[in-house]
């Protein structure tokens, strides 16, 4: 089998996907109309047209307008199933979904309106297409600790449909000690944790992640090989990072995908998982991401299959669940 044939079969599972990055423009347009909301551009073309970014924040400005047409739970069931039939065109099998609630709070939206949907799609998921999930609730890092903790107030209700939070929006300029107080509290109320550090903010946003936070996966963390010592202690703690290639190169953090550092960090040990992170914006959902750093970086099937088991392990399922996956993964090779 050759890797292309590999990556289409090989099941894997997805760390790194925000539900309002999923959001395709076709979506985007049907859902507006049906809530009578204008949007700013004249056609699905106009709106791709809009995707070029030469940063995060040029990134989130846009993501974030789109969101804004999200209104109804249906329109939240109706995003998270269109991105489920896309996890089973790429035989993802399991997907542990951010969401934004803020974004949509924000705007006068209940909580309970954003998670119902999510929640009912993932049921759905699994009753038709065989597809397990966890929600993820991430806290957006621009708006204030405060707001955060409102947010945590929030989900308590939800606990038992939320399996941890994280931490995401624009990084430089707001570290992960910002929510350190926030974090401890969404511990000891027994969610798991995670945080977006090193995408574009230095390595110290990635020690204040493990060592304020208390993280079970740093989120990006392509910058940890600029700093030794950190490389060491993620290799020692086998700390995975949710790498996302196709959003790295499309938010200019590598200039060209043969720089991108995914494989290095494979081959000095890290726990490198592959994830889409806002696969409607960034040109391709899991398997294209695959392709991409095959493609540029000449992987072999050893490191196709690492890499997916590599997704498993570093999943928050149980470790049955865990092992039955993974023994699916190496029946491949037999
Ligand atoms: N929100 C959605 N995508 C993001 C990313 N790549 N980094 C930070 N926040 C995000
Ligand atoms: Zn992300």
Redesign the pocket.
């Known amino acids: 089998m050759n890797q292309f044939d590999l990556i289409r079969v090989i099941p894997k599972a997805e760390l790194h996907v925000?539900i309002?990055?999923t959001f395709e423009p076709e979506l985007m347009f049907k859902i507006a109309q049906r809530n009578q909301i204008e949007i700013p551009y004249k056609s699905v073309d106009e709106i791709k047209q809009a995707y070029n970014f030469h940063n995060?924040q040029s990134?989130?400005d846009i993501?974030y307008a789109g969101a804004n047409v999200l209104i109804q739970e249906q329109d939240f069931y109706d995003l998270a199933w269109a991105y489920f039939e896309k996890c089973a065109e790429d035989n993802v099998v399991h997907s542990e979904i951010f969401f934004?609630p803020q974004t949509h709070t924000d705007r006068g939206v209940a909580f309970d309106t954003v998670i119902l949907g999510l929640k009912r799609a993932c049921d759905d998921a699994l009753e038709k297409l065989g597809i397990s999930s966890h929600l993820i609730m991430c806290f957006l890092r621009h708006l204030s600790e405060d707001s955060a903790f409102e947010t945590l107030k929030q989900a308590l209700p939800h606990k038992e449909h939320i399996i941890g939070v994280g931490l995401?929006?624009s990084?430089v300029g707001h570290p992960p000690a910002k929510f350190e107080r926030v974090f401890a509290q969404a511990k000891a109320e027994g969610f798991l944790t995670v945080a977006?550090a090193g995408?574009e903010g230095p390595p110290e946003y990635i020690w204040e992640a493990l060592d304020l936070l208390q993280v079970n996966r740093i989120d990006?963390g392509v910058r940890s090989e600029e700093d030794a010592q950190l490389m060491q202690r993620l290799i020692n703690e086998k700390m995975p990072l949710t790498v996302?290639p196709l959003?790295n190169l499309k938010?200019c953090v590598v200039e060209d995908m043969s720089q991108h550092n995914i494989r290095r960090l494979l081959q000095k040990g890290v726990h490198v998982t592959v994830n889409s992170?806002?696969p409607s914006y960034f040109g391709g959902y899991m398997n294209d991401n695959f392709i991409a750093i095959t493609q540029a970086l000449n992987l072999t099937n050893d490191e196709i299959k690492t890499l997916a088991i590599n997704s498993f392990e570093a999943s928050f399922i149980s470790t049955e669940q865990k092992k039955l996956y993974i023994d699916q993964v190496n029946n491949l090779f037999q």
């Open positions: 925000h309002e990055g995060l990134f989130l993501y934004d995401d929006s990084e977006h995408e990006h996302c959003s938010l992170d806002d």
